[in-house]
């Protein structure tokens, strides 16, 4: 689908589109089944340059994403990633996400500090906030930090899961909060959420890889990450306590999850395509009725992500924030009904390894759970009723 795009951006998607179809769609499959952090795809986004795509321009960047209005050029760029593997591109996302935090949010010194290991060394940045109050089945643990203020800075307690990118991250952003356990997602008191930026290289954090066994998402190795008495001085705070959610942070990445979802999805409808060229099922009008609607989600999810930059691009903040819950929700769907479609296409030879349909559906099974979208369509419906509603992690 065509849209107007500078040549510059479009060539940047064009180069992370050749990598996943030429490098990363070949090794997904190992990287899956390993559970394995895929270090040999970021270390071919660096050489190509496609490495800190949030890092302004000024530190060595390239300047895009939500502060610049074109949001929409970095969603691009990690749908072409999730069409090969959509936990390499949970992953990205995780990384430049991170970079956008920091552009948004770090002091200067913060910047040249930290962007200086971005852009020459390739550091690799996570954000971590899971703390769920509940425990997987059959498990007795509970999860949860406990952060204390300290002369010089703070010292971190506990542990966190769901922490994508643990066995590969340099760097994370720990959303902690001050008050007791609950991250951001769970917290009671969302005025003492602070982000601190954690060296993965200090002894006191430890990463159990034996927590981590999903149906999906393998590769993202969001293990469990263990903190002991870890000591986060004040120079890596990032901004002030509560500003995450004072200024509604999560609702500019809640449109990037659509985009994983709506790669994958893509990811299926190419080897739907692939496949009935191959057992020459293209005349059968139900196979026709299936590529078609698969297409029709495809473009509809497109429409929806250029709505939501649009309307952030043009800084209209609040129906931006509304869009962006909106399209994540709808493009879930799109997504899950593209995927149905082309197994519905292919037949149940398409759910036998290593074929790539089997793993999507594996994998974005597993994703779009990251939020309830009963929970996610009650925030839309309370806003549009006059409602309190959360917007960013769309509680009760």
Known sequence: MFFELAPAHRELIERVRLLSRDKFASRASEHDRRAEFPRDCFDDLFAAGVYAPTVPVQFGGLGIGPPNGTSFVL???TRELARADLSLARCWEGHVNSLALLTGMADEEQKRRWFQGVVEGGDTWAAWSGEPLAP???EELRFGTETQRVDGGFVVNGSKVFCTSASGARRAILLVNLAGKGGARHSDSPESLVLLACDLEDPSVSVDSSWWDPIGMRATASHLVKFDQTFIPDSEQIGYVGQYL??????????????SFLGAAEGAYDYAL?????????????VQHRVARMRINLDTGLLWLRHVADLWKANRREEAQLAASQARYKVEHLAEDTVREAIRACGARCLIRPSAIERIYRDLSFYIRHDSDDQVLASVGKSLLG?????SFHKV
Do not use: N
Request: proline share 8%; no cysteine.
């Open 246 to 259: 004072e200024q509604g942070w999560q609702t500019l990445f809640v449109p990037h999850y659509a985009a």
């Open 75 to 77: 969603w691009m760029m």
């Open 274 to 286: 692939e496949h009935v060229g191959h057992q020459k099922k293209e005349r059968d009008p139900y």
């Open 136 to 138: 997987k089945p059959g």
């Open 387 to 391: 409602l309190a509603h959360d917007l």
